[in-house]
């Protein structure tokens, strides 16, 4: 009975590392989106994320949401730089997010200035 339970829990273990190893590592999709930088701040109270949101036209209904990983330093400094300006967002999109990385399931990986584009600021 006790080897039974031993090779139960060694079992449920496994496919619960499975699983965070899927949801962390594999991804759903790469691309780009660009559009007027609105929103990007610190947030949280236990763990703090990096969370974002950019305008890819005139209704609500184009909002791109987006989260940064906090070991990713020069994004997240390039995008504080580059508030109220039109970017490409270079990301990825997992199939789901843990709470402690961001609220959404799309993570930039590098940010570029749209020059093609003029912004109001």
Do not use: P
């Not at 999709?29 to 660009?34: F, K, L, N, P, T």
């Amino acid at each position: 009975m006790i080897k039974f339970l031993i090779k139960s829990l060694i079992a449920i273990f496994l496919i619960v590392a499975a699983y965070f190893c899927f949801i962390y590592f594999v991804t759903y999709s790469e691309g780009v989106r660009a559009g007027e930088l609105v929103k990007f701040s610190n947030k949280g109270v236990v763990f703090k994320t990096w969370e974002g949101e950019i305008s890819q036209g005139v209704s609500e209904a184009q909002i791109f949401k987006f989260s940064v990983q906090g070991n990713e330093n020069q994004v997240i400094k390039d995008l504080n730089r580059l508030q109220g300006r039109f970017v490409k967002l270079h990301y990825f999109e997992r199939y789901a997010s843990f709470f402690w990385l961001g609220d959404t399931k799309y993570f930039i990986t590098n940010v570029e200035e749209d020059k093609d584009r003029k912004s109001n600021y």
